[in-house]
């Protein structure tokens, strides 16, 4: 497991903050890509399908608008989720996933926090 100055650090409880590694805060100016960061980040496996994500965040708009819409944001996040790993982001024609490896998400640790003190009886 690589130590959390080598990955980066995503605060989703509370308002939505990214971190570099180094502590710098990575600015998400748009809404529908701190909304899709968020859907990934809190998919059990980091993996949701194209379709999902186009149904939640552009559901209103016609399918052709909602598939750019999903290929600009996914772009945008490259973009800003750039490291000296290279991106963490996989995407192929069916499915879009965040690398876990290379984030610390607070509810994923909290989780895992609360599964191992639970007792059970």
């Known amino acids: 497991m690589k130590s959390q100055t080598e990955v980066l650090r995503l605060e989703l409880m509370g308002p939505l903050r990214l971190f570099r590694p180094d502590g710098t805060r990575i600015d998400i100016n748009s809404r529908k890509g701190s909304a ?10 980091g993996e949701r ?25 996914l772009a945008n996040l490259r ?30 640790e909290w989780e895992n926090s609360v599964s191992s003190n639970t007792v059970l009886s």
């Open 49 to 73: 399908s194209r379709s999902w994500l186009e149904e939640r965040l552009w559901g209103s708009r016609a399918a052709q608008q909602a598939k750019g819409s999903l290929r600009r944001e």
């Open 79 to 108: 973009m800003l989720l750039q490291t000296e790993n290279g991106v963490p982001i996989v995407a192929d024609r069916d499915r879009i996933a965040l690398d876990l490896t290379e984030f610390l998400i607070d509810v994923r």
């Open 36 to 45: 899709l960061l968020a859907l990934l980040a809190t998919a059990p496996s």
